[in-house]
């Protein structure tokens, strides 16, 4: 049974930082794609960033490039965000995602496996 545990959500100020942590259990992610999504209240989700499996690719959503950054760790089988500058408009729950298929999607549809979900919230 694959599991997947966000944590790292949180209140912070326009402007801040946070560092979002996925451990990743049942599943090796050194062989799966992985990604982050978020749902803000009366929203869709949407794409936020993925990770191919071998770690040497990156994709982000417009609305976060330059201020998000997508990693991981094999050894620890954990998948990170790292968000930088962030703002209001960034409020949402945050999700990681693992994928079967090893081509990147950034259609949420496509992945298998997801998180509960962490509350990230960015005052003004």
């Known amino acids: 049974q694959v599991q997947l545990v966000e944590s790292g959500g949180g209140l912070v100020q326009a402007g801040g930082s946070l560092r979002l942590s996925c451990a990743v259990s049942?599943?090796?992610?050194?062989?799966?794609?992985m990604g982050w999504f978020r749902q803000a209240p009366g929203k869709e989700r949407e794409f936020v960033a993925a990770?191919?499996?071998?770690?040497?690719?990156?994709y982000y959503a417009d609305s976060v490039k330059g201020r998000f950054t997508i990693s991981k760790s094999n050894a620890k089988n954990t998948l990170y965000l790292q968000m930088n500058s962030l703002k209001p408009e960034d409020t949402a729950v945050y999700s990681c995602?693992?994928?079967?298929?090893?081509?990147?999607?950034?259609?949420?549809?496509?992945?298998?496996?997801w998180g509960q979900g962490t509350q990230v919230t960015v005052s003004s």
């Open positions: 995602a693992g994928r079967q298929a090893r081509p990147v999607t950034m259609n949420g549809y496509d992945y298998n496996y």
């Open positions: 049942g599943r090796p992610i050194s062989t799966s794609t």
């Open positions: 990770i191919s499996w071998t770690g040497t690719s990156t």
